[in-house]
Nanobody, 130 residues
Framework: QVQLVESGGGLVQAGGSLRLSCAAS?????????????MGWFRQAPGKEREFVAGISGGGTSTRVLESVKGRFTISRDNAENAVYLPMNSLKPEDTAVYYCAAAPRTYPVPDSQSAYIYWGQGTPVTVSS
């Protein structure tokens, strides 16, 4: 059973920055290691559907980022630490949401659909004030 724990959320003013972290622990998918697992970040704003924000391949060489956050958000990972990060800059009120970390049972390509991700964290709230 894989456990994903997000941290780093909070309240920030528009234009500010936050860095989300996701720590993975426990046994990964059968015959896989963390470095063979694609990871993603999703978010769900109040009253809206959960949406894909960013994803990264197991080796970290391929990424996908939601168009509306390109240039402001990046995704990275440290396989030695079993961790994934989402630095967020120039935050806007519309970025307010609960952010979730998720793990997919494949390395590449990076999926952007929720159904491709098997394990999910509990989420960390991000609130951007105007």
């Amino acid at each position: 059973q894989v456990q994903l724990v997000e941290s780093g959320g909070g309240l920030v003013q528009a234009g500010g920055s936050l860095r989300l972290s996701c720590a993975a622990s426990g046994r990964t998918f059968p015959a896989r290691t963390f470095s063979n697992t694609a990871m993603g970040w999703f978010r769900q704003a109040p009253g809206k559907e959960r949406e894909f924000v960013a994803g990264i391949s197991g080796g970290g060489t391929s990424t996908r980022v939601l168009e509306s956050v390109k240039g402001r958000f990046t995704i990275s990972r440290d396989n030695a630490e079993n961790a994934v990060y989402l630095p967020m800059n120039s935050l806007k009120p519309e970025d307010t949401a609960v952010y979730y970390c998720a793990a997919a049972p494949r390395t590449y390509p990076v999926p952007d659909s929720q159904s491709a991700y098997i394990y999910w964290g509990q989420g960390t709230p991000v609130t951007v004030s105007s």
